[in-house]
């Protein structure tokens, strides 16, 4: 038995149809509430259609497809009770005001990534395609949204059809039925609507009278149920909003946070043609491309949120357009157990949810090129009490065979049309433009259960057009139904899709002519399986075809995802509190360095997801707080007035309460709202303890002059601390120790510290009446001194002119002081060393001079004594005979000049007066002490020379 569960789906027409919800319980199923539908079944239609007899309705229950755009009732006050998906909208809520160029400006989107996911064969479920959209809505954008304002969501490509639109080919369909409402802490405040053509896309397709060079195209809806399909779609969504949020907003309490929304918006595949569905969406879709390689493209701009456009990221195949291409056509004739597009079993959201379309059913056959002039003879089984049988119309097959059949092409027929508008190198579709033949049908009545199709062509075919995976392309020729609504409804136990595929049985020929998946109705299922249909073709005499056929229970998951959203704020409550520092006259209070002290400023933060009273929480207090300590003030409490301000006294003196406080700002439990709390704390000055630091110098014994003593305050117990000036000039003295009290020379208590900086002066003490006294003690500092002094004996040998004769005698001692100076007076203690002695100094004898001084006598100085200068007269002396005049111009003779001073010739000479410079160093110093004078023996030698005449012999010679 052949199985055609993959029969390429037709284009619809409208009949009744009924919806059903069932739970497969006992050997009956349970009907709990019965939905009448307006749907689509096969545009093959049967000479008689009665309405379906049985049919039961439960009350408030069935909804027709016209009211379907009826007002949604806000039944459910919360989001998880609220129905997954919404029917309809509500009349209130109609789209009046595009806010998309609000998008990028206050409005911002934080989140629109791409994903996709294939389908499941076994669920049923398709590819699908989901953007995840955050928008950030500001608070003062929410305060402005008005009853109808909306965001257009597309994701797709955009392109022009023939006639000029301008359209955006979504990937994949929409849920008609996916309203999703927006719920925020109860209340809707908006939906999620589809908008634009939800399952089907503006196509350009060859009008009447196309030829290849004038195609006149006209645009129709393509519904994604013919095998050259894009899977897409013309639908979108919108973001719409009430005013529900504006006046929440604005009315509640405590200050909003921006609006987050949050959606996964889904499209899914649409495809009819078999196992295409369980593509991706992007998968599905195929772009031409005329004169190129097959490739990619990735769209640069395809998903637009309001007035901002983005990149999805998805990657989309291109295939290249061969000149001429032969159009695939059905190579056998073959008859099919099912036809037509409405499976018995059509499953709804994967639930337990059945719809039960018009139980029609329809079998027939897939032709070849049988000629111009063949027969269809068809045998049906004959009516019964379970199931009516009935043969289609002859215009309904003509219908069928005049939009499939496929003449022969001998010049190029493909088109390329819909090209995108932001790639102009790409198309989204192509169709074969040629004219077709004409057929032709007529039916002829054999009898109740046999009729005749003759079936003619005006014209040479190719055969008819495969639009289906297994190549076939089936046409109906007979209908069939139980006259029990839900008698094809699936059998005990089958609660679900999944359940509902695995119980498929397929027939074996002959005997067993009914395949497929359980029915409940077991008479049905008996009658059907044992009376199958007959089809004969006949062209030109010769039988072609000719064989028995059974029947098929199609089955079909009717899901469509459902997308979602999440609408969410935050509420923020503020309860403040602030602490004032003030004196006791009310005044800001300062520290001791005339700082003021800043007040203290906390905030509790509360926080809320509906903003109504009761509803924040938070997880603070205020709690007790440490105060700040002022030297010398004690603080307390402040008493506040009904005002709230700081209660004063008569006298002008702040009011507190209680004792003395180290801590403020603890608050008892409260809720928001609550008023902001206000606190005083009043600082009192405590009584004062003085302490008194003084300078002592202990080597004068009296305190320092210039150095005044220090007095600090504070309180008892705390500490004393003395700080010493900068001008307290202190480097001249050591320090020697402090000292408690104030007579310096008490030295019983002495604080520790080897510098006056290290010293701990204790705390104030507790009787006010009595100043603490501490005397720091110090010494001179001295440093060592050392001096040299020399003192100089000089003797000049001058004669009565004061011309010297001889160079200055001199001779000198030394003497050391060692010893220290004190830095603050500047006194030295010092020694000298001991004094010293000049020893005597015989005068040197000068020929023809006497000196007046003949010895220099010895004298003794010390450190204090000045240079000693001495001068020694030499006077001429007579001799006892007088001298011979020298003569004029005759140099004198060796000898004859005299001696110096220190010669030993013994003899006088005449001395001629010298300038002390040139001789200095030349002539022999006197000889000191008591030894011969070597001058004295030769003046004698001389004189006596002089008496025997030796003197003039030798003057006589020269």
């Known amino acids: 038995m052949m199985v055609s569960c993959n029969n390429h789906q037709r284009i619809l027409a409208r009949q009744p149809r009924y919806g059903l919800r069932k739970l497969g319980v006992g050997v009956a199923s349970v009907l ?12 093959v239609r049967a000479d008689t259609n009665p309405t ?128 999703v409402p927006l719920w925020y802490e109860g209340h809707i405040v908006g939906y999620i609507l589809p908008a634009g053509n939800l399952a089907s896309y503006q196509q350009s397709v060859p009008g009447a009278g196309a030829t290849v060079n004038d195609p006149h195209w006209q645009v129709v809806a393509n519904s994604n149920d013919n095998a050259l399909a894009n899977a897409g779609s013309n639908g979108y969504y919108q973001i719409i909003f009430n005013s529900f949020l504006s006046s929440y907003f604005r009315n509640n309490q405590g200050t909003p946070n921006a609006l987050t929304f949050n959606a996964d918006l889904v499209w899914y595949n649409p495809s009819s043609n078999g196992d295409k569905k369980l593509l991706p969406p992007s998968q599905a879709l195929v772009l031409y491309a005329p004169g ?23 990657h989309l195949q291109v295939v290249k357009d061969a000149s001429t291409e032969t159009i695939p056509v059905a190579t056998k004739i073959v008859s099919s157990d099912h036809t037509g597009s409405v499976p018995a079993h059509t499953w709804v959201n994967g639930q337990e949810y059945l719809k039960l379309v018009d139980p029609t059913q329809g079998v027939g056959i897939s032709l070849a090129d049988v000629g111009s002039d063949f027969t269809i003879t068809v045998t049906k089984p004959a009516s019964t009490g379970e199931v009516e049988t009935n043969f289609v119309s002859a215009a309904d097959l003509q219908r069928e065979l005049q939009e499939i059949i496929v003449p022969v092409i001998s010049s190029d027929s493909i088109k390329l049309n819909d090209q995108l508008t932001d790639s102009g190198a790409f198309y989204l579709t192509k169709q074969y433009v040629y004219q077709k033949p004409l057929v032709k049908v007529e039916r002829t009545d054999n009898g109740a259960d046999e009729a005749t199709y003759h079936v003619t062509v005006s014209g040479d075919y190719a055969g008819f057009r495969s639009t289906n995976s297994d190549g076939s392309s089936p046409v109906t020729l007979l209908t069939w139904k139980p006259t029990d609504p839900v008698a094809l409804m699936p059998g005990d136990g089958i609660r679900n899709y999944k359940q509902d595929r695995q119980a498929a049985s397929y027939g074996d020929q002959p005997g067993n002519w009914l395949g497929g998946y359980s029915i409940q109705s077991a008479a049905v299922r008996e009658y059907m399986d044992s009376h199958p249909w007959h089809a004969k073709v006949v062209s030109q005499g010769q ?38 520092f003030v004196n006791e006259q009310g005044q800001p209070m300062t520290q001791p360095s005339g700082e003021g002290i800043p007040d203290v400023k906390r905030q509790v933060v509360f926080t809320s997801k509906t903003g109504k009273a009761g509803s924040y929480h938070t997880d603070e207090q205020f709690n007790a707080l440490n105060l700040p300590v002022v030297d010398g003030y004690t603080a307390y409490q402040g008493v506040q007035s009904a005002d709230g301000q700081l209660a004063m006294t008569a006298d002008g003196q702040a009011q507190t309460t209680g004792a003395a406080i180290r801590q403020a700002g603890q608050e008892a439990p409260f809720d928001f709202p609550h008023a902001d709390f206000i606190e005083y704390v009043v600082c009192k000055p405590v009584a004062q303890e003085n302490a008194h630091l003084r300078f002592y110098d202990d080597t004068d014994q009296r305190f320092i002059p210039g150095l005044s003593d220090l007095s600090v305050s504070g309180r008892s117990d705390k500490p004393i601390v003395f700080t010493i000036p900068t001008n307290y000039d202190l480097s001249n003295y050591d320090y020697a120790g402090t000292y408690v009290g104030n007579d310096p020379a008490n030295k019983d208590q002495w604080l520790n510290g080897l510098v006056l900086s290290e010293v701990s002066f204790g705390n104030f003490d507790t009787a006010p009446a009595d100043d603490q006294y501490f005397i720091a003690h110090f010494t001179h500092r001295t440093v060592p001194v050392s001096e040299q002094k020399t003192v100089t004996e000089t003797i000049h040998y001058v004669d009565a002119a004061g011309h010297h004769l001889l160079p200055d005698y001199q001779s000198q001692v030394s003497f050391t002081q060692t010893g220290k100076r004190d ?14 002695t000049f020893p005597a100094v015989v005068s040197p ?90 001058g004295l023996i030769a003046l004698g030698l001389a004189v006596l020379a002089a008496s025997f005449g030796l003197a003039g012999t030798r003057r006589k010679n020269n």
């Not at 709990?32 to 545009?43: E, P």
């Not at 830095?823 to 010293?836: D, F, H, K, M």
């Open 845 to 934: 004898a000068i020929s023809g001079y006497r000196p007046d001084i003949a010895e220099v006598v010895a004298f003794t100085v010390n450190h204090a004594s000045s240079n000693v200068e001495r001068t020694v007269v030499y006077r001429p002396v007579t001799s006892p005979m007088a001298p011979r005049p020298e003569q004029p111009g005759q140099p004198a003779q060796p000898g004859e000049g005299g001696a110096q001073p220190g010669t030993r010739t013994g003899l006088p000479v005449a001395v001629t007066p010298v300038d002390n410079d040139e001789v200095a160093g030349s002539q022999q110093l006197p000889q000191t002490g008591r030894s011969e004078n070597p």
């Open 292 to 314: 190129t390689s097959a490739g990619s493209y990735t769209p640069g701009a395809d998903l637009q949120i309001g007035d901002q456009h983005y990149a999805s990221g998805l």
């Open 32 to 43: 709990l509430s019965t939905s009448f539908w307006l749907g689509m079944t096969s545009n």
């Open 543 to 580: 039988t072609k075809y000719d064989a028995d056929w059974g029947y098929w229970i199609d089955i079909k998951n009717d899901l469509k995802p459902v997308s979602r959203a999440y609408v969410d704020s935050t509420y923020y409550g503020f309860v403040n509190q602030v602490i004032h």
């Open 52 to 179: 379906p007899a049985g049919t039961q309705a439960n009350s408030g229950v069935g909804v027709p497809a016209s009211d379907q755009q009826q007002p949604l009732t806000n039944a459910a006050s919360n989001p998880a009770a609220a129905p997954a998906a919404a029917t309809s909208t509500s009349k209130s809520l109609t789209p009046t005001r595009a806010i998309d160029d609000q998008v990028g400006q206050g409005i911002t989107v934080t989140n629109h990534t791409i994903t996709e996911t294939a389908g499941d064969k076994d669920t049923g479920n398709p590819g699908t395609v989901t953007l995840h959209l955050g928008l950030t809505v500001p608070a003062v954008e929410v305060i402005q949204l008005q009853n109808g304002d909306y965001i257009n969501v597309k994701l797709g490509l955009p392109y022009t059809t023939a006639d000029g639109q301008q359209e955006v080919f979504s990937y994949g369909a929409i849920n008609g039925n996916s309203q």
């Open 823 to 836: 830095l603050v007076t500047g006194a030295v203690t010092a020694t000298w060393s001991g004094p010293q």
